[in-house]
Every structure is written in C-alpha cells, then in structure tokens.
C-alpha cells in the first residue's frame, strides 16, 4: 500500500478530488490530505507549488510512477511494509523538511492515517523512515541539474524557505522587518557621494581592464594593522566581490575534491554550499552551547586525514559571539600540531565581515595573529550598511605558503568600488546609536518574559522561542507585520533571531507585538 500525503490548502496540491481519485485508480495509490476531518491543520507547507507541471513518484525499491502533471513523491518505509509519501513541491530540501515534519506531528498523523508513525531523522543512520531513492530521482526523471548543485540547493533550503514564506510582507511599509541586516535607513552619510566620485571617469581607461587599483590595497592593509594589529603587505591583499567570492576563491584555490572542511553550527546559511561548491565535504561541528564559544574538543575529535580547511565567524552570525583571544591561540596550536602530524597544511579561514560591528568596548582578535595560515576575510557591506555592493578581500598572512598561487587564481573586484575602497574605511554605522536599539530590544524583550543571549558583537539578537516550533511562532509574529528569522534556517531549532538594523519606529511599534505573542502561549 502507498499512502500519499498531500495539502489541500497550501498549494502544494492544485488538482482536484475526481483528478486525484484518478490516479488513485490507475496507479494504486491512496491519497490522505493532511488536513484532519475537522480542517484543523495536520501539517504546515510552504505555498511554493506554482512552478510544479509534472508528477511522478518514485518507490523505495526505485520503481517510478508518472502521471500526466507529475509532482515528485517522496517516500518512505513505514513499520508493518506499508509506505507514506508526500507530494511534494520541486524545491531543494523538501525531502528532510518532510521528515521533520513528521517527526513532529507522528502522533496525529498515525490517527489520521490508523498505522503507527515513527519519528525520524534522516541524518542519523537506523532512523525508522528512510528515503531509499537517489537525490536525483527524487527530485525528477531527467532533470538537468548536476547533483552537486542539487546538494548546494538542498543546503540553502531552510533559508530559502524563510525568505520565500516573508515574501509578501518584504516592502510593505507597515511591516517591521528585523530579518536580514539590511538597511532600513537611508545610505550612510557620505556613502552615496563617495560613490558618485569614483564612477566620474577621471581617464580614458577608467572602466578598462587593468591590473588591481593599488591604492586600495594599500588602504586595506593599512586598515588591518591599524584595526587588529595585523602586518600585511599590499600584496597579500587579494580584493573580491565580497567576503561571500572572497571565502569561494579561498576555497576553490586550497581545496580538492573529497577534502573535508570543517565549520562552526549555527553557522552563516551560505557556509555549506560554499563547501559543496568547492567539491568539498562540510563537517559540522557544534559550539559551545553555554558560551557559544569554540568547542576545541569536539572540533580536534572532527579533524581527520582529510581535513583541509577549518572555517570560523568571529563576530558570529547569529550568535554574536567575539571569540576570546586565548581560546584563538588554543585552536591555531592545535591545528598547527595537526597540520605537523598529517604533513599535510590545515588552512584556517576566518570570516571576520563583522569586525566592526563590536558593542560594549569589547576588542576582536583575528586568529592569524596567532595561526601562519590563517586566511582572512573581510567585507565593506556590513560596516557602511550596503549589502547589496558588493566589496571584500582575502587577505594573507606573509608566512602564508602559497600566496603566489592565490593572487593568480583571482578576479579583482569592480573598478568604481576599487577606486573608493580607501574612502569607504572611514563610512562606518553608527555603532553608538545601534548600540541603544539593541540595548532597547534586550530589554524590552526580557521584560515580556523572552530569553535573549546579549551578542558582543554583529546586528544580531538570538532570542529563545517561548514554544518548541519556533517556526510557528515566527508566523505568528508575522502575522502581525514583525518578521523574524525563524531557527531552522540557520541550524538553531527552538531560537529566532532578529536584526537590529531595523529602525527604531520599527522596534517600538514591535515590542507590543512581542509582548502579545509571549502572552498567548501561557
């Protein structure tokens, strides 16, 4: 038997009754929506089914089904050879999304269904429901896609999801959006003008193809001995097109396939795929949940013979965590006595976007004061609050073997953001003013009840979710214009992080609404 689940309300399913009673007939298939009889909700989805235009399904043991209209099925074994399966939407990571979904409603789905359901965990070997298809399969017969770039889909899944499910409410000038560190505020003061100096062509070769604008690498290697107390050469400065191609040339240059990197959970939503991309394999190390400091232990157990690179945030995104100096000297002796015992370098990348963005006097150190090969990554679109323009740079320690290598493998960044890179050191957001929004929010939040970690450092507050479904509650918010970013979309189940680069009109009109969702779920 094949029992097919599917919801009448969210889009995931637009045929009709008689259509699917259809196919039911012909393929032998029991459709069951995930609505109980009652209409109360069994199961949430994300309404992302407008792009479906096939069906098919694939069993356990690979046979494959294929209607007229064809939506993947994902399935699984139940106890007892039964089978569930869920129509589900041509979206990466739908198949995991599924699962836990399950895992969480098992109880009313075995009443629905009259057979017993078994949580799952599709990451843990022997879990209870398993999908026993390739990815590719899964996702559909012939679909073009390489298998690499469906893995690096599936890893973005959960932060896809979160900003498709706010998509009607972006732009809404009603909504109050603490999801992203995005600008909520006008440009910066001076920002717009330095840009409006250096896109004016000062020679016939102004917008020409040429060698990187020395001036800003200069100025970046300046900054850094300045900032962090950092000897860099102008010529270990590598510019790029943010700290996100920063961190991919860094990748792409050192790593081979089959090497494993090694990176901190909760981490930045883009760190995995930027793994995959490089033909890598992520290994996930979780920190220290009482500090949110490096777990040193747990990451000396996850280095293997074919550790190539561990990658760390400091500040960290979400966590806002500054990692403390003497923690840094510990983790670079260890990757050193490794290093030694593999004969074999272990690269550290440390992404340190938000090494402005510090609160409370605090001081971040980089690890390549204390670790040889230490790459460094920075980027201008935090400090001067413009995301969307794309400027960083990779920077090289002088003991760093290999910097010949690095500088020949990379594409400069764009000219006019070269040309006003030693302008844009001295935009920097009002740390002061943010300093009070987040000081505001932390204690308006604490007085409803909420538990919120003080981050020393980024645009961010983790704030713990006063229901286990930190997913609903987040919908919740938004049902009152707040967005929020909901946990699962940067590995951190039962928390919801908000950006304090929200205004502060945004942040008054909020907490109200903070104070009200709390207050329902007493």
């Known amino acids: 038997m094949v029992t097919v689940l599917y919801d009448e309300d969210c889009g995931f399913c637009r045929w009709s009754a008689d259509e699917l009673r259809a196919w039911d007939r012909r393929r032998g298939l ?167 100096k250096w896109l004016e062509p000062q020679d016939r070769r102004w917008f020409a193809y040429g060698m990187p604008d020395p001036r800003a690498a200069e100025a970046a290697s300046a900054a850094l001995a300045d900032e962090l107390g950092l000897a860099f050469d102008p010529e270990d400065i590598i510019l790029t097109r943010g700290a996100h191609g920063a961190m991919a040339l860094a990748m792409a240059t050192v790593l081979d396939p089959g090497d494993e990197v090694v990176f901190i959970s909760p981490p930045w939503f883009f760190y995995e795929a930027l793994i995959l991309g490089a033909g890598a394999t992520p290994v996930r190390v979780r920190a220290n949940e009482s500090t949110w400091d490096l ?54 990348l440390s ?90 929010l932390l204690e308006a939040l604490r007085a409803a009840g909420y538990q919120v970690h003080t981050p020393e450092g980024t645009f961010y507050l983790l704030v713990r979710s006063p229901i286990d479904d930190e997913g609903a509650f987040v919908r919740r918010l938004a049902q009152d214009k707040i967005l929020a970013m909901s946990g699962d979309m940067f590995e951190m189940p039962g928390y919801f992080r908000l950006s304090i680069t929200a205004t502060d009109d945004m942040v008054e009109r909020a907490i109200p609404v903070f104070e009200k969702a709390i207050s329902e779920t007493r």
């Open 351 to 440: 992404d340190e976007a938000y090494s402005k963005i510090l609160f409370d006097g605090n001081v971040m150190r980089s690890p390549a004061s204390h670790y040889a090969r230490t790459l460094v990554v920075h980027t201008f679109s935090k400090s001067t609050l413009a995301p969307a323009e794309r400027l960083g740079y990779l920077a090289m320690p002088p003991t760093m073997p290999a910097r010949e290598a690095l500088r020949q493998a990379a594409m400069s960044a764009g000219a006019v953001m070269q040309y006003a890179l030693p302008d844009l050191l001295h935009i920097t957001v009002d740390m002061e003013r943010l300093q009070l929004r987040r000081d505001r």
């Open 30 to 196: 029991t459709f069951v929506s995930i609505q109980n009889p009652r209409g109360a909700e069994l199961l949430h989805a994300v309404p992302v089914a407008e792009r479906l235009d096939s069906m098919h399904a694939v069993t356990p043991d690979g046979r494959v089904w294929s209607g007229g209209r064809s939506v993947p099925v994902i399935l699984a074994e139940l106890p007892g050879g039964s089978t569930l399966a869920s129509i589900a939407a041509t979206f990466p990571g739908t198949t995991e999304w599924f699962y836990r979904l399950v895992a969480r409603h098992r109880q009313r789905l075995g009443r629905l269904l009259g057979q017993r359901v078994c949580s799952v965990d599709p990451s843990r070997e022997g879990s209870a429901l398993e999908v026993d298809v390739s990815g590719r399969l899964a996702y559909g017969r012939g679909m073009a896609v390489a298998e690499r770039q469906m893995r690096i889909q599936t890893s973005l899944a959960p932060f896809l999801r979160g900003i498709l499910g706010s998509a009607p409410l972006l732009g809404d000038p009603d909504a109050c959006d603490f999801l992203a560190g995005n600008p909520e505020v006008p440009a910066l003061p001076g920002y717009v003008e330095t840009l409006q």
């Open 295 to 348: 777990d040193l232990d747990a990451i000396g157990a996850a280095l293997s013979a074919r550790t190539r690179m561990v990658l760390i945030n400091t500040p960290n995104n979400p966590t806002g965590r500054i990692y403390p100096d003497d923690t840094l000297a510990l983790l670079a002796s260890l990757l050193e006595r490794r290093s030694n015992e593999a004969g074999r370098a272990v690269y550290l």
